[in-house]
């Protein structure tokens, strides 16, 4: 769940950023692991209630999907 979260969250930014720094973000995502856990709380209680996730982070994979980037071969 965590590796699919990070993933996610990785491609929102990469989605939301300026076009003139896609490229130079989609470089440095390359350069991450999306198995990082360290930001995540791993004890304690959660609650994904509809109350405690009204301003949760929503992603619209549709869009994520038609970020286009250049490849090497360009």
């Not at 390359?30 to 856990?37: H, K, Q």
């Not at 609650?47 to 982070?57: G, K």
Request: charged residues 20%; negative net charge.
């Amino acid at each position: 769940m965590i590796v699919c979260w990070n993933c996610l969250y990785l491609n929102q930014q990469l989605f939301q950023a300026p076009p003139t720094e896609r490229q130079a973000l989609a470089d440095a995502i390359a350069r991450m692991s999306p198995v990082s856990w360290q930001h995540i709380n791993l004890q304690g209680e959660f609650d994904f209630s509809d109350e405690a996730l009204s301003d949760a982070l929503r992603f619209d994979l549709g869009a994520l999907l038609t970020v286009e980037l250049e490849t090497a071969d360009e």
